[in-house]
């Protein structure tokens, strides 16, 4: 600043354009360029900038949205393959009787959060099969005492050397059942509603009543915590067969109503635990 | 410059002076010139930038084009609070209406009324804007960004039993703990999925939907798609839609597996463009946007898929769970700017 008032004072131009050209050609060479090209860069950010801010603008818009949360209860097949692998055939009734129970494992996650949850077990009764539900352990080598061997199809394809799991019986769950009759028709009668005191007792007496072994057995396992020690929840499902249901009392329809029918309609579901 | 460093040793002072008289007077002039276009230019810039209003007021845009909402619609339900917080300035609300929205649209009444709860799997539908040229034509550039966000309520003033004053933080993805959201911000590119056409046929009482041109994301989870609009001052409805597929075998062949679904996309170039190829190199590209469980190194091709649909098919559903666990709401950014248009028309 100094150097400009002097400046003004020799020079005793008024003209502010003349004051600047004097300081310009005051300054050294080496000062002129270094002014022109901070004059030059100004006026590139001058330029730039709205320029800048143009391009960006353009025309923007913003939608929003939520995302639903999913029911986080996963019920999957053994090693937590897809569902789709959980297989019930090749139940072999000649191995049953001999003291062979059909095991299959399944898995549950109840993910990140861990909710609490509890296991439903809904079948027909056309073959008098007994279910149970155990839990699991998995383990990559042969255990003593009982297990189930799974051959994890998926890692099979994806080329893995190690694919087959064994599981280890642990404690049963256990299920109660929540249409039985259980005091007219063993286990294997049904209420029409729970408590309502009716019961389907017959095979097709009049049109609306369904044939009695295709109305559902609806069992439920109580509040169910996760296995801390490991991913996935592993269960195992036993089914094994009761040689004397015929002659149990009440079951007269199963030797009388042409019981030839061979199939069962298995429901298995995680439900989220909304009890007590 | 050469000129100037002449001045070194001058051979006829005058001359030089002279010299140095018009460069001022240009230089002078040059930066007048520059203050009233920089003003101008902000003025303009700040005239588009009210985008306050509703309905077919709201518009922003460059000078060649607006962007303005359908008519009678309005903000989605989800707005307050949660969009606020996260809202661009200069960006305008995309608005909604009952038949064009996000499942964002119906506000909850009572617990039999509970209005719209957003996105999931097996949903679609439509967005929609007007594109009013300011010329006779104008190519456009459409850039789709989608950015998932967790919705988190912070206990700011220390008072566990009182969440009314908890504040919220909305944590966009890619700002997760650990890298958490990585894998889910990759997937909504690959399951929530963007076209710019869908026809529907009915026939002998049952109904095929057919998708067409998808916008598919590219490397950096943008996706594209540019178009020329046409008649000057006249509102062209621009329609996007979107589809969060149920599985995967909606838009990739699995018949080799048994799987009976017919894709939604076909390979016969309607309008120009094979859908079906367009999305599965897309998926043989970036597999990390379709399935949980993959890396963007690993080699997949579509044939394999087909081939063994019940591992693949099940890392989308578990893409789907992840989505669903790690993102509570979904930001969808649209930038228009001018550019070069190679798509089709409307």
Redesign the interface.
């Given at each position: 600043m100094n150097e400009l008032q002097n400046e003004t004072k020799d020079i005793k131009e008024s003209n502010v354009?003349k004051r600047?050209?004097n300081m310009?050609?005051k300054l050294s060479?080496a000062k002129?360029?270094q002014a022109?090209i901070a004059?030059v860069f100004t006026?590139i950010l001058?330029?730039a900038l709205?320029?800048y801010?143009?391009?960006?603008?353009?025309?923007?818009?913003?939608?929003?949205?939520?995302?639903?949360?999913?029911n986080?209860l996963?019920i999957r097949a053994g090693h937590y393959?897809?569902v789709?692998?959980f297989s019930l055939n090749d139940i072999d009734i000649e191995s049953i009787q001999s003291g062979t129970p059909h095991r299959v494992v399944f898995s549950v996650s109840a993910?990140?959060y861990k909710i609490p949850y509890q296991i439903q077990l809904a079948h027909t009764t056309n073959i008098p099969f007994i279910y149970k539900i155990y839990r699991a352990k998995e383990h990559t080598s042969v255990q003593g005492g009982q297990y189930v061997t799974y051959i994890s199809?998926?890692l099979k394809?994806?080329g893995e050397s190690t694919y087959t799991f064994y599981y280890t019986l642990e404690n049963q769950i256990p299920l109660t059942s929540k249409n039985s009759d259980q005091n007219s028709r063993s286990n294997y009668g049904r209420q029409i509603a729970l408590g309502s005191g009716s019961y389907y007792n017959d095979t097709y007496d009049y049109d609306d009543d369904p044939e009695i072994y295709a109305v559902p057995i609806y069992e439920q396992s109580g509040r169910i915590t996760y296995d801390s020690t490991s991913d996935h929840d592993y269960y195992i499902l036993e089914i094994s067969f009761d040689e004397t249901a015929a002659e149990k009392e009440g079951f007269s329809e199963w030797n009388t109503a042409d019981n030839k029918k061979e199939t069962d309609m298995i429901y298995l579901t995680a439900s989220r635990w909304s009890g007590n | 410059m050469k000129k100037l460093n002449s001045g070194q040793s001058p051979p006829n002072n005058e001359l030089i002076r002279k010299r140095r008289n018009s460069l001022f007077k240009i230089g002078v002039v040059m930066i007048l010139a520059f203050i009233v276009w920089v003003f101008s230019s902000v003025a303009w810039f700040t005239m588009n930038k009210n985008v306050g209003g509703s309905g077919m007021g709201v518009k922003v845009g460059g000078q060649n084009f607006e962007v303005t909402m359908l008519s009678g619609s309005r903000d989605g339900i989800f707005k307050n609070p949660y969009h606020i917080a996260v809202h661009e300035e200069e960006a305008l609300y995309w608005q909604m209406t009952s038949t064009n929205n996000l499942i964002n649209y119906n506000e909850y009444v009572d617990d039999d009324h509970p209005g719209d709860e957003g996105l999931h799997p097996n949903t679609e539908g439509v967005i929609s804007f007007n594109v009013i040229p300011k010329k006779d034509s104008v190519d456009l550039k459409f850039d789709f960004e989608l950015i998932g966000y967790q919705a988190l309520y912070n206990d700011v003033n220390n008072t566990p039993t009182d969440h009314t004053d908890d504040e919220l933080a909305m944590t966009p993805l890619s700002q997760l703990d650990g890298g958490d959201g990585t894998t889910a911000q990759n997937l909504l590119n690959g399951h929530i999925l963007f076209f710019e056409h869908r026809d529907e046929v009915t026939e002998n009482g049952v109904t095929t939907v057919t998708y067409s041109t998808p916008i598919c994301s590219d490397e950096d989870m943008h996706r594209i798609m540019t178009r020329t609009v046409t008649g000057k001052n006249t509102a062209t409805p621009i329609n996007i839609y979107w589809v969060w597929p149920n599985t995967l075998s909606t838009f990739v062949n699995a018949s080799a597996s048994g799987v009976t679904t017919i894709p939604f996309c076909h390979d016969d170039d309607s309008y120009g463009c094979d859908s079906y190829t367009a999305i599965t190199d897309n998926i043989e590209h970036f597999p990390q946007y379709y399935l949980k469980g993959i890396s963007p190194d690993d080699t997949v091709d579509v044939g394999t898929i087909g081939e063994h649909y019940i591992s693949y098919g099940d890392m989308y559903d578990q893409g789907d769970n992840e989505i669903g666990m790690r993102v509570h709401y979904l930001l969808i950014k649209l930038s228009v700017t001018e550019g070069t248009a190679v798509g089709g028309g409307p």
């Open positions: 354009l600047l050209k310009f050609s060479t002129k360029v022109i004059s006026l001058m330029i709205p320029v801010a143009w391009f960006a603008l353009g025309g923007k818009l913003e939608a929003f949205t939520k995302i639903e949360e999913p986080n996963d393959d897809a789709q692998y993910g990140d199809e998926p394809v994806q | -």
